[in-house]
């Protein structure tokens, strides 16, 4: 990796970073971790591996594993890969998402390797391979993901407060 390249992966002190034997516990505890069955095998230093095991509900009518099964594990591969890259707390939205099915994939396991390619101060960009069980390589992805730090967060809450339930609910004119 050239030194240009790593200057946007490092932070000077991104503070308290994501625990990561807590983000494979969200991910399996997480609607799809739970309906899909991913599994986080490995992750760190902008990178991260996940693996899914195949069975027929993965699949679609011709035998394949569905093609938003390969998206959905590409999106949330990228997305561990930028987690612990950033302060603990920080939520990722994903914006953009391009992928390319090259192969179609019958059976598992399929391995889906990450590893952030930019990550600036509102967006961070991963790309994403997916292998068959044989390796060969069955789908790439590029993603884009929003950046919602907490401190954001807090300022979106302050500047825009939840409505008075009374203001825009009940009318406070007196029926007649």
């Known amino acids: 990796m050239s030194p240009k390249r790593t200057q946007h992966l490092s932070r000077e002190n991104p503070g308290v970073t994501w625990d990561l034997t807590e ?4 991910l399996r505890n997480s609607a799809p971790g ?3 069955g991913y599994e986080l095998d490995s992750i760190g230093d902008g990178k991260a591996v996940m693996s899914l095991r195949v069975t027929d509900r ?7 594993v569905h093609g938003g099964i390969l998206a959905s ?10 987690y612990p890259l ?11 998402m391009t992928i390319n099915y090259l192969e179609p994939v019958d059976r598992g396991p399929i391995v ?4 952030v390619l930019r990550l600036g101060r509102t967006l961070a960009v991963a790309e994403c391979e997916v292998k ?6 069955a789908a790439k992805a590029l993603v884009t993901f929003a950046i919602m730090s907490t401190a954001a967060k807090q300022r979106a809450r302050r500047n825009n407060p939840k409505p008075n339930k009374r203001a825009h609910g009940k009318s406070s004119r007196r029926k007649k």
Do not use: W, Y
């Open 58 to 64: 993965h699949k679609q009518i011709h035998g394949v």
């Open 86 to 96: 950033l302060p603990r707390g920080t939520r990722l939205a994903t914006v953009e």
């Open 34 to 36: 739970q309906l899909f």
């Open 132 to 137: 068959d069980a044989e390796g060969n390589l």
């Open 23 to 26: 983000l494979a516990v969200r």
């Open 112 to 115: 889906a390797e990450a590893r």
């Open 73 to 82: 594990l590409a999106d949330t591969a990228g997305a561990m890969a930028a």
